[in-house]
């Protein structure tokens, strides 16, 4: 009531605010007066009308609160009689779980079992790859859980006979080799239809390469990355076998050693862990082994002319001893001495075309290693970086810098110890050149010698 009234009061005192701002501003005092005086009146004839209207209506306001207070009454009623309904229903309810209960009896302990056994089945199922041959198997395990999970449905006779089915059926699949037809995902995301060779629970093959079984998405897929060519072969070798005993490399683990092999770098992978370094030793190396290449080719056949020229009385400038040997030609007449300066004078042009790029090689042989070196030093700083940023949690983290710092050590002797090498085999080679140009000197010059003592004679 009394907030009835406010109410009244509000909007009484806003009509008066209308009221007075819509008429002229007072003049003077008197008239100032007269409008307050005039605005009373209005306001109380406003107020009566409001009252009459209130008083009105105030009969049929307190019939709908008698309606409103019946209702309730009526709803309360209502509220105890379910009420009453839901313990009853309760109380049956629970009679009726204990009879049904004391009715299953040892048939509740063998379905505890058969839940048990269907949920190891299901798991067993959803991870085995003899499910590409058999799909949907595991549809029938879920609605046997279900049901032995429920107390109001109990799997049949049939049901169970199924689940003992299923599982020897996986006991006996897993001994046996068998080809079969499927869909194959390729790497590309493509798809095609094609025989695949299933060996027992452990392995999937098919045109010469290693499968997957992926559980989640229930698909044969071609693994990303093939193993090396000595199990990719023995793939072939399985598939066009008919019978008897082959050679087949299988993964006992169901994968997990499949994915170890797959995972291990290859040659390039490796190459590209040295980093920068690791390609500037390879570079080196294969500059050295054009040279070692270069030398070996003109070495060998400096040699072979020079053996030909041995055994030739045509002298001839192609080689370097039909080049010394012309040298004497051109100089019979002089003295010993002088025939000995001349001939060393043209094996001293020659030697520096035998000995050739001799001294590069062998500083190659010597920088790659400390080219590993420097590689190695600066995967260690990469990794105590690595170490300093992000600590030594994870060593994923720092395998970076200590594969960069291995590899290039490697790069630097492997590239160290061919070349090395080698140039001793070219080195080699350049010598008996030269001392064959030697040999040959020294015995044109005791000939000459002996020429000369005769004349003398």
Not at 147 to 156: F, M
């Amino acid at each position: 009531m009394k907030k009835l009234i406010t109410i009244i009061l509000a909007v009484a005192f806003g009509g008066l605010a209308a009221t007075a701002s819509a008429q002229q501003p007072a003049q003077n005092l008197d008239e100032l007066l007269e409008m307050v005086k005039q605005g009373k009146i209005n306001e109380t004839a406003e107020h009566r009308k409001r009252e009459q209207e209130f008083l009105a209506r105030k009969a049929d306001q307190q019939k709908l609160l008698q309606q409103a207070e019946a209702e309730q009454r009526a709803e309360e009623r209502r509220s105890d009689r379910l009420e009453a309904e839901f313990n009853a229903n309760e109380e049956k309810l629970a009679q009726l779980q204990e009879e049904l209960s004391n009715e299953l009896g040892a048939l509740k302990e063998l379905f505890g079992v058969l839940q048990q056994v269907s949920g190891d089945a299901r798991g067993i199922f959803d991870a085995s790859i003899i499910s590409a041959q058999y799909p949907n198997r595991e549809e029938f395990l879920d609605e046997l859980i279900q049901k032995t999970a429920s107390s109001s449905k109990l799997p049949t006779i049939e049901e169970i006979e199924r689940l003992w089915y299923e599982v020897q059926r996986e006991m006996t699949e897993s001994g046996k080799v068998v080809k079969f037809n499927t869909t194959v995902q390729y790497p590309d995301g493509s798809t095609e239809d094609k025989e695949v060779v299933r060996v027992g629970t452990f392995n999937l093959v098919s045109d010469g390469k290693y499968l997957e079984w992926s559980a989640g998405a229930k698909r044969v897929s071609e693994l990303v990355r093939q193993p090396a060519e000595r199990f990719r072969s023995t793939v072939s070798d399985l598939q066009s076998a008919t019978d008897g005993f082959t050679a087949f490399a299988l993964d006992p683990s169901r994968g997990s050693i499949l994915a170890l092999l797959i995972q291990t770098p290859s040659i390039g992978e490796r190459i590209d862990q040295g980093g920068t370094i690791g390609y500037l030793i390879l570079a080196i190396g294969a500059v050295g082994l054009l040279l070692i290449i270069y030398c070996f080719v003109t070495l060998f056949s400096a040699n072979s002319k020079v053996k030909k020229q041995i055994r030739s009385d045509v002298v001839s400038t192609d080689n370097p001893l039909g080049r010394v040997l012309s040298v004497y030609d051109a100089n019979k007449t002089v003295d010993v001495e002088t025939l000995e300066l001349k001939l060393d004078e043209a094996i001293l042009k020659e030697t520096p075309a035998l000995e050739r790029f001799l001294v590069m090689i062998k500083i190659i042989s010597a920088v790659a290693p400390l080219m590993g070196l420097l590689g190695t030093v600066t995967g260690m700083i990469v990794t105590f970086q690595s170490m300093t940023l992000f600590g030594t949690g994870d060593p994923k983290l720092m395998a970076g810098g200590i594969s960069q710092a291995l590899m290039t050590t490697v790069l630097g002797i492997v590239v160290a110890l061919p070349t090395l090498f080698l140039h001793s085999v070219v080195a080699g080679m350049s010598k008996r050149v030269i001392h064959t140009l030697e040999e040959q000197s020294a015995g044109i010059i005791a000939v000459h010698a002996e020429q000369q003592s005769g004349k003398g004679a």
